[in-house]
């Protein structure tokens, strides 16, 4: 991740990275490195620096393919049931180096003469901080909270987890501190007032709903708080949507493009060709590696043009491909390969080809031209501004005082951005979609129940493969979700087909031999080898059905899965400490 343009110090070098090891041993060495640092705003910059490595970056664009959105080659642990208890102390996200880092720069850093440099820096360290607290509350739940260097003898290194909402009013209060002292600038690669904005208001709506859904108190107050930080976000009118491309290719362009702006992207990790480079492009277009394929239910979720729900027509489960992709929400033949599917920069359609992916949806969104797919430099989206949209939504549909107008300046910009009707709450409560109900029975019966579910409809189609599904559904308390069967497409039964509609057949499906298959095909499917599932009957071996590359299913235990284990070496370690609940 390419977010400084200059070589750290040495003297920062030393000073945040030999504490790594053995820090609980470095107190006198600690305050002789604090006494030679910190005295200038330079100092301040490089420092915090260094907290920029604690974001995600290419995790953001391979979240999603351990959850419900999308197959790999092979199912993540979380979504097979297949986690255990680390042993190690420090594993399995209970670290707390970062943190040490953090709060060593916020002993030290008032130093500094320059009030504004402090401000500013002492902003961001806060920024971190609540993000690094966040992603601890999302993952265990309590935690033992720190804002201070602990060092050898503190008693405080041996106490029990806190309390979450001791934890959480602390989150609140450092990203209020950084929303009123980071200056309101727009920098694509820096935090920002912005950046603190959406995090604040991505922090207020899942605490909201996740205490909401899993009956804790207090949930009101943090979806308030998510409301309000979204609508400050968007009534600053720093930050639009993207629309370079038109309605058939603006949501597209916006991922697979070189480089970020700063039109609907408040953060981005920037990479550059010899500098900085990932392999998310590879992962999308080799067949051996993450072959990652879109669920029928995610391909299901779609509009029609007209808003219509696809899931109303009485042949969805049975659509072929040609016909479910005729008359869709844009955005679906933007994320996935369509029948006129071109790679950027190509004049000519790409031949079809499901060996690139489990389901036979294939990923398309962020893939960037041909010359990057062994090796990437586009950047990537940590954070943009319709994300701030579907906060504001969805909070207020929670709290139940959602208006027509709230959607007007949040859903409906989304959809006019791809030339889609607009959402109608109204409707949307009078007629709840029994489909989306099945995905979420954990909505109840309410009287937003439909907006509610149309806006979880939206956030899926327009934040796929962002990062945000697992917690989605974490926080929606609806894990069982992931025991649903994860299929792809529909074959009525062996032979030839064709994707394109160009008349000429892409596509043969077999079992034994393809010696009949037309001289045309780009792609067999030997059904011997890709299972199909007949929606109708459960039989995972028929030789009509969804392709069904994961036939054990995920599994999720409603008893201990919405939380992760913490390692038993540091169980040990601390004796106040207990394990979440039902991890043995």
């Known amino acids: 991740m390419k977010y400084i343009k200059y070589v750290f110090a040495c003297l920062a070098t030393f000073v945040f990275f ?55 080659l092979i199912a993540a642990d979380r979504v097979r049931g297949n986690r255990i208890v680390p042993t190690a102390s420090g594993t399995g996200g209970w670290s707390w180096t970062a943190l040490r880092k953090i709060n060593y720069f916020l002993e030290n850093y008032e130093k500094v003469q320059d009030q504004t440099a402090k401000a500013t820096y002492g902003g961001i360290a806060r920024f971190f901080r609540a993000y690094f607290y966040f992603d601890k509350v999302k993952r265990f739940g309590d935690v033992p909270w720190y804002s201070k260097v602990l060092n050898a003898g503190d008693e405080d290194l041996y106490k029990a987890r806190d309390s979450r909402q001791l934890v959480m009013d ?97 953060l981005a990790a920037d990479f550059e060709r010899g500098m900085e480079t990932h392999n998310l492009a590879y992962l999308m277009t080799s067949p051996t590696a993450g072959s990652w394929g879109l669920t029928k239910d995610l391909v299901n979720s779609y509009l029609m043009t007209d808003g219509g729900r696809f899931t109303d027509l009485s042949d969805f489960q049975t659509k072929g491909y040609l016909e479910e992709m005729q008359n869709r929400d844009p955005r679906l033949v933007q994320t996935t390969a369509g029948p006129d599917f071109r790679v950027i920069g190509q004049n000519n359609p790409e031949p079809v080809s499901l060996n690139l992916t489990t389901t036979g949806y294939r990923l398309i969104k962020a893939l960037p031209s041909r010359d990057q797919w062994s090796s990437g430099h586009f950047d990537i989206i940590l954070f943009r501004y319709a994300e701030a949209l579907l906060i504001f939504a969805e909070a207020k549909a929670e709290l139940g005082t959602i208006t027509q107008e709230d959607v007007n300046r949040t859903i409906n910009l989304l959809r006019a951005r ?72 529909y074959f009525p039964s062996v032979g030839s087909y064709d994707f394109t509609g160009d008349g000429k057949m892409d596509v043969f499906v077999y079992r034994g031999t393809n010696s009949g ?68």
């Not at 490195?33 to 953001?60: C, H, K, M, Q, R």
């Not at 207090?218 to 930080?229: R, T, W």
């Not at 597209?252 to 970020?260: I, K, P, S, T």
């Open 418 to 489: 791809v030339g889609m009707p607009g959402l109608n709450v109204a409707q949307a409560n009078a007629s709840p979609d029994a489909y989306q109900a099945s995905l979420y029975p954990n909505v109840g019966d309410g009287a937003n129940k439909g907006i509610i579910l149309e806006i979880r409809r939206e956030r899926r189609v327009e934040l796929f493969n962002e990062g945000l599904r697992w917690d989605d559904l974490m926080r929606w308390k609806e894990g069982k979700k992931l025991e649903k069967p994860m299929v792809g497409m």
């Open 170 to 266: 602390s989150v609140m209060a450092d990203i209020d501190f950084a929303i009123s002292n980071i200056p309101a600038e727009k920098k694509l690669n820096r935090i920002t007032k912005y950046t603190a904005l959406i995090l604040k208001a991505r922090i207020g709506l899942y605490e909201g709903t996740f205490r909401k859904y899993h009956n804790i108190d207090g949930y009101e107050s943090f979806l308030n708080a998510a409301a309000s930080a979204a609508d400050e976000l968007m009534k600053s009118g720093a930050y639009t949507l993207f629309t370079t491309g038109g309605t058939q290719n603006s949501y597209r362009n916006l991922f697979a493009r070189d480089n970020q702006d700063a039109t609907e992207t408040i």
């Open 18 to 72: 030999a504490c790594e090891k053995g820090f609980l041993d470095r107190q006198a060495e600690d305050q002789i490195e604090a006494e030679f640092f910190f005295n200038t705003p330079e100092d301040l910059e490089v420092a915090t620096n260094n907290f920029y490595t604690i974001l995600s970056t290419t995790g953001v664009y391979n979240d999603d393919a351990s959850s419900d959105n999308i197959v790999p």
């Open 517 to 584: 298959a037309p001289s045309t095909v780009t792609s067999t499917i030997n059904i011997q080898q890709r299972k199909l599932r007949d929606p109708e009957t459960g039989n995972s071996d028929a030789n009509k059905g969804n392709i069904d590359p994961f036939p054990q299913g995920g599994m999720f235990d409603e008893a201990k899965d919405y939380y992760y284990p913490i390692p038993l070496e540091d169980l040990q370690l601390n004796k106040n400490l207990k394990q979440n609940p039902n991890w043995k």
